[in-house]
């Protein structure tokens, strides 16, 4: 079994392969610390992968910089997923992070939305005004 979206969908018999396969030994089965121990496994395989990757674009010369991405709202998403040429990243806020300068240079730099704030007019009346805004604001760490 590949790593599964939904694990809460699987049938016991697959978790406890899931669990066979990744070594993970429970003392006694219960649904759902076998589902957090395989979330554990995966994300801590991704982090071995990623941690990896890094250290290859560092031996080719590619230009990294450390930065911390932040949050932007109590209902933003704990992460920036961003797509270049194929490779896909997730990149955790909040945490210092060593990112590719052309993936911040180019995706991140044009990732803008539009938000609408108040502005009151002479007349006091309140008109709703757009900007753009940078969808995911970070800061370079030194």
């Given at each position: 079994?590949?790593?599964?979206?939904?694990?809460?969908?699987?049938?016991?018999?697959?978790?406890?392969?899931?669990?066979?396969?990744?070594?993970?030994?429970?003392?006694?089965y219960n649904r759902k610390e076998a589902?957090?121990?395989?979330?554990?496994?995966?994300?801590?395989?991704?982090?071995?992968?990623t941690r990896d990757h890094v250290k290859?674009?560092?031996?080719?010369?590619?230009?990294?910089?450390?930065?911390?991405?932040?949050?932007?709202?109590?209902?933003?998403?704990p992460y920036v997923f961003v797509g270049?040429?194929?490779?896909?990243?997730?990149?955790?806020?909040?945490?210092?992070?060593?990112?590719?300068?052309?993936?911040?240079?180019?995706?991140?730099?044009?990732?803008?939305?539009?938000?609408?704030?108040?502005?009151?007019?002479?007349?006091?009346?309140?008109?709703?005004?757009?900007?753009?805004?940078?969808?995911?604001?970070?800061?370079?760490?030194?």
């Amino acid at each position: 079994m590949s790593k599964i979206t939904n694990l809460w969908s699987q049938k016991d018999s697959e978790i406890q392969g899931e669990l066979d396969r990744l070594k993970i030994k429970l003392e006694k089965y219960n649904r759902k610390e076998a589902i957090n121990a395989i979330k554990l496994a995966y994300v801590a395989g991704e982090v071995r992968e990623t941690r990896d990757h890094v250290k290859d674009m560092k031996d080719k010369g590619i230009d990294l910089r450390k930065v911390i991405f932040h949050s932007i709202g109590e209902q933003d998403i704990p992460y920036v997923f961003v797509g270049h040429n194929g490779r896909g990243y997730y990149i955790p806020k909040e945490v210092e992070v060593e990112v590719p300068f052309y993936i911040l240079n180019s995706c991140i730099k044009d990732a803008v939305e539009d938000r609408l704030y108040p502005a009151t007019m002479r007349d006091g009346s309140i008109e709703w005004k757009s900007r753009k805004v940078q969808r995911y604001p970070y800061s370079y760490v030194e």
